[in-house]
């Protein structure tokens, strides 16, 4: 499974989580594809982004050491550009070509890969209104809260800006396609959420697992039995219904994993199969009157090309307890048999959706040689490891 990540918010982290090839699933060991929603990786997606944080060390499933190790890995940024021909949209971002920049950081020394500055703080705040660069990195610290007259060091590593006394990278570095090996390919701001751009990407994330990662335990069944309940998604022209498999009956979908939260009962109406509108949601389902969650999984699956999606409260027959209980015992095999999850943990509840507007990430445009310009991206990731 693809560990990309970008850089986020701890608060609205979307996923995929990927079974382990039928052997048994749970959310805590399955592997998850981050689809961030305050972005930053959070994802999604610096879309997508050439560098990767990993934990260094792993006791067990939560048990993290909070230190990061960054390395660029251009291979999956590379052929995502070049197979969906992404080059001529590096340029995408709104704003110029290239910030405005002091003298300073106008020269190349800051493209250098042993780059470092000593600098005081005084002299960043002073720059802040003429140089989009110096600004930038006197507000991704705490420097407006230390004296004025402390002198910092600022250096380049790898395809990151640090300061010496900070635990994580204070600005990160992206370029196109022509981009030095040392810098991470990518954009510097998010794809729209539900884009076609947005859309490409995951694809593109799930045919890589599909194709590179079968030694991982991350490639699911390639033909699972379906659960016995499904929803069919249909397309713009034909509406959603529900779908009850036959006793063997095999194929690919996908499962959404969900907050119900407290909800009114109407809303639960619309939400949750019953044994009074069991024969009508078989016929037909209006999508519009499905909560937000229900409407944007219907949407994720038919973008990812696939037919079936299971979800709890659509899919098992909320007022009959004999099969509740005998599909509430299926649950692990349904998720752990799924293509993939859809975790929407963004959502408090089933209302909310997780297909939402996010924030993206400040960035600065530094020219490069010979080259298209390189920015300097602010980092949105604030979480740690529990």
Avoid at 87 to 102: D, I, N
Avoid at 103 to 122: D, L
Avoid at 183 to 210: K, M
Avoid at 290 to 298: E, H, Q, S, T, Y
Wanted: proline residues 6%; glycine residues 6%.
């Amino acid at each position: 499974m693809s560990d990309l990540s970008a850089d986020g918010e701890n608060q609205g982290m979307e996923g995929f989580y990927r079974g382990d090839d039928g052997q048994g699933f749970t959310e805590a060991d399955g592997k998850v594809l981050m689809w961030p929603h305050e972005e930053a990786v959070s994802n999604m997606i610096q879309v997508p982004t050439g560098y990767f944080p990993r934990v260094q060390k792993r006791r067990g499933p939560f048990d993290l050491e909070d230190r990061w190790t960054y390395t660029v890995d251009n291979a999956f940024a590379y052929g995502f550009f070049k197979r969906l021909d992404l080059e001529g949209l590096y340029t995408h971002p709104q704003g110029p070509a290239v910030s405005r920049l002091c003298e300073w950081c106008s020269t190349n020394r800051i493209m250098a890969t042993n780059f470092e500055r000593i600098v005081r703080i005084s002299d960043l705040k002073d720059n802040e209104t003429n140089c989009e660069l110096c600004g930038m990195i006197y507000r991704s610290t705490d420097l407006p809260l230390r004296s004025s007259q402390e002198v910092v060091r600022i250096y380049r590593k790898d395809s990151n800006l640090w300061m010496d006394g900070w635990s994580r990278p204070i600005l990160r570095l992206c370029a196109g396609l022509k981009s030095p090996q040392s810098i991470g390919i990518g954009f510097p701001i998010l794809a729209d959420v539900g884009s076609e751009l947005h859309f490409g990407l995951i694809r593109e994330w799930l045919r890589a697992c599909d194709k590179d990662h079968s030694d991982y335990g991350c490639r699911p069944r390639l033909n699972p039995r379906l659960p016995t309940r499904v929803l069919k998604v249909g397309d713009d022209s034909s509406p959603p219904s529900l779908y009850c498999s036959g006793p063997d009956e095999r194929g690919k979908y996908l499962a959404l994993s969900h907050c119900w939260g407290i909800l009114p009962q109407d809303v639960k109406e619309n939400a949750c199969t019953y044994r009074r509108n069991f024969e009508a949601r078989c016929r037909e389902i209006d999508v519009s009157t499905l909560p937000k969650n229900f409407r944007d999984a219907v949407l994720v699956t038919r973008k990812l090309g696939i037919r079936f999606v299971w979800i709890d409260s659509l899919c098992i027959v909320q007022d009959d307890d004999q099969d509740w209980d005998r599909e509430s015992k299926l649950m692990e095999e349904v998720y752990g048999s799924a293509y993939c999850t859809i975790a929407a943990s963004s959502a408090k509840d089933s209302t909310e959706g997780f297909l939402c507007p996010r924030d993206s990430a400040s960035f600065v445009r530094v020219p490069i040689p010979l080259r298209a310009p390189c920015s300097f991206v602010e980092l949105l990731m604030t979480f740690t490891a529990m």
